[in-house]
T-cell receptor, first 112, second 115 residues
Framework: SQQGEEDPQALSIQEGENATMNCSYKTSINNLQWYRQNSGRGLVHLILIRSNEREKHSGRLRVTLDTSKKSSSLLITASRAADTASYFCATAYSGNTGKLIFGQGTTLQVKP | NAGVTQTPKFQVLKTGQSMTLQCAQDMNHNSMYWYRQDPGMGLRLIYYSASEGTTDKGEVPNGYNVSRLNKREFSLRLESAAPSQTSVYFC??????????????FGSGTQLSVL
């Protein structure tokens, strides 16, 4: 399977704390994307980082990419109860430009 | 803006019945996708269409067929439904920059139960 792996599978923190989620993948990529899914809803795109980028920011989100280790991390700073959701990484592999393969996700609970 | 619209939202089938899930996007995207989501499994790609006129298998294509009817529409058909196909199905679309896939826009999902 080309599916990436995410770590941890579940994370519970207090409001105001930072949350870090990690994603590892198996082969070379064009880009890596992070998505959020609120319970019972569709997925919403958060951020896309290309293979030639090392870090990207969007509001309270910070994504890093280490292509030598085939890994990425998503950091949510100053978390809020509204950040409670599942977070997925997805990889667009270099060898096939048509597919986006998702990891199994990290479930984040932010306690007020 | 409607974005990605998929129908129906809910469906219950009996084993052996057939049905088609419909998906349409109004963003002029070239690429469209069908995923299924099972508890603890994340999203798995069933089929995708990189551009109008082409379709390709994803990770879990068995038991499904697809049709890229035109640039807007991409349907998923279950010819003979099985309980293992009980899942939430998501359609998505994306633009492409050259040969590179951009971000996906998702529909709200179809919850399918096969009894």
């Amino acid at each position: 399977s080309q599916q990436g792996e995410e770590d941890p599978q579940a994370l519970s923190i207090q409001e105001g704390e930072n949350a870090t989620m990690n994603c590892s993948y198996k082969t070379s990529i064009n880009n890596l994307q992070w998505y959020r899914q609120n319970s019972g809803r569709g997925l919403v795109h958060l951020i896309l980082i290309r293979s030639n980028e090392r870090e990207k920011h969007s509001g309270r989100l910070r994504v890093t990419l280490d292509t030598s280790k085939k890994s990425s991390s998503l950091l949510i700073t100053a978390s809020r109860a509204a950040d409670t959701a599942s977070y997925f990484c997805a990889t667009a592999y270099s060898g096939n430009t048509g597919k986006l393969i998702f990891g199994q996700g990290t479930t984040l609970q932010v306690k007020p | 803006n409607a974005g990605v619209t998929q129908t129906p939202k809910f469906q219950v089938l009996k084993t052996g019945q057939s049905m088609t899930l419909q998906c349409a996007q109004d963003m002029n995207h070239n690429s469209m996708y069908w995923y299924r989501q099972d508890p603890g499994m994340g999203l798995r790609l069933i089929y995708y269409s990189a551009s109008e006129g082409t379709t390709d298998k994803g990770e879990v294509p068995n038991g499904y067929n697809v049709s890229r009817l035109n640039k807007r529409e991409f349907s998923l058909r279950l010819e003979s439904a099985a309980p293992s196909q009980t899942s939430v199905y998501f359609c998505a679309s994306s633009a492409r920059t050259g040969m590179t896939l951009e971000k996906l826009f998702f529909g709200s999902g179809t919850q399918l139960s096969v009894l």
